[in-house]
């Protein structure tokens, strides 16, 4: 199936700009995007893009084979860049899709300049010395909760997300996009989500590297994001007055400076 279907690539901006490829998380689609996208639409050409089971994506093209590890959606955007021709790319992934943009940086060099990791974290069980934010517990806690009730779970867990107690609008529509999400497809994506351990991929990387994070963030603290700027290359850290692990939804003007001044465009 052609990627560009499978994945319902949708396109903005100005086309003879640089390429940003924007990346949704767990749990939501290229609609989350949304409020940062005005920032960036005057200077550089975006791609959106929805992974399998999210969006509106062909939730009939999931392959439980292919997405047993993160590998998969990372050839996912290979070859989405190989169906619209791209080169130089900078990929911009929030969440989970900060250490696919790893993975795929890492065995396609050649397609990507820059790198923007949104709220990234390596490794999400704590392990040793290194500080994930969850015990092993917490994460078979999570992931049995998601397996008995999905929308429970969503419910409860999209504040806690959201971490903006004052803006409860925010948290709904996060919980509005777990809900758009093909659940059975979910659950298995979460469970590679949050299993997975790419603290060794970060060295393949060889892209400069913006790390964004928030203030405070539950889902991946600041230890998290230390992590990954010490063990990358070429790295810009910038801490956002922020809460939450989706700063692009609490923030979306100070990420879109963020993001512009690392790629040389000037301030908002």
């Known amino acids: 199936m052609n990627p560009l ?101 890492g065995k396609r060099p050649d397609l990507f300049t820059k790198l923007v990791m949104v709220s990234p974290s390596a490794r999400y069980i704590d392990d040793g010395e290194y500080v994930g934010g969850f015990s092993q517990a917490d994460i078979d806690e999570l992931l049995d909760s998601m397996d008995r009730n999905y929308l429970g779970w969503s419910r409860t867990m999209a504040p806690v997300i959201m971490a903006n107690g004052d803006r409860p609008e925010l948290a709904g529509e996060l919980h509005e996009s777990f809900c758009r999400s093909d659940p059975t497809i979910a659950k298995a994506f979460a469970n590679v989500t949050f299993r997975s351990d790419n603290r060794q991929d970060l060295a393949a990387v060889r892209a400069p590297t913006l790390v964004l994070q928030s203030r405070e963030d539950l889902i991946a603290p600041q230890s998290a994001g230390e992590y990954v700027r010490d063990h990358l290359r070429e790295v810009d850290y910038v801490v956002l007055d922020t809460t939450g692990h989706c700063p692009h939804l609490s923030a979306p003007a100070e990420t879109a400076a963020a993001i512009r001044s690392f790629l040389g465009s000037g301030a908002t």
């Not at 767990?26 to 550089?44: A, I, K, N, Y």
């Open 5 to 105: 279907v499978r994945h319902h690539v949708t396109f903005g901006g100005r086309e003879s700009g640089p390429t940003l490829l924007l990346a949704h998380g767990f749990g939501c689609d290229q609609h989350m995007w949304r409020s940062v996208t005005p920032f960036l639409e005057d200077d550089h050409r975006l791609v959106l893009f929805d992974y399998v089971g999210a969006g509106a994506s062909v939730t009939s093209a999931y392959d439980p084979a292919r997405y047993a590890s993160l590998e998969g959606y990372a050839d996912d955007v290979i070859e989405i860049c190989e169906a619209l021709g791209l080169s130089e790319v900078v990929f911009v992934g929030h969440s989970v899709s900060a250490m696919i943009g790893a993975l795929a940086a």
